[in-house]
């Protein structure tokens, strides 16, 4: 059974960092795009960031750009989202999203971590 697994989120002050991970099991997912997406309280769930397999060219929200960045480690099958300078703004529920082979599409979900900022 596939899973996805968030972990790394917290409260953490304004300006602060954090660094969530994403570990999948079930399957490999070397050649699936991943992604992190957001969802703030009253708010639809929202894009941040994304990482092909494979090649793994990143595309970012504009509201993240220059502060977060998504990696991953095929051989651990987990990708990574690094977050920087972090504002109250971005706190939210995280998720990790993973597609099929050679897919654009995200088919599987993890449960979430919560990013509180204070500031």
């Known amino acids: 059974q596939v899973q996805l697994v968030e972990s790394g989120g917290g409260l953490v002050q304004a300006g602060g960092s954090l660094r969530l991970s994403c570990a999948a099991s079930?399957?490999?997912?070397?050649?699936?795009?991943m992604g992190w997406f957001r969802q703030a309280p009253g708010k639809e769930r929202e894009f941040v960031a994304t990482i092909r397999g494979n090649g793994g060219n990143t595309f970012y929200a504009d509201s993240v750009k220059g502060r977060f960045t998504i990696s991953r480690d095929n051989a651990l099958n987990t990708v990574y989202l690094q977050m920087n300078s972090l504002k109250p703004e971005d706190t939210a529920v995280y998720y990790c999203a993973a597609s099929l082979d050679y897919s654009e599409s995200y088919v599987y979900w993890g449960q979430g971590t919560q990013v509180t900022v204070s500031s």
């Open positions: 079930g399957r490999t997912f070397r050649s699936s795009r």
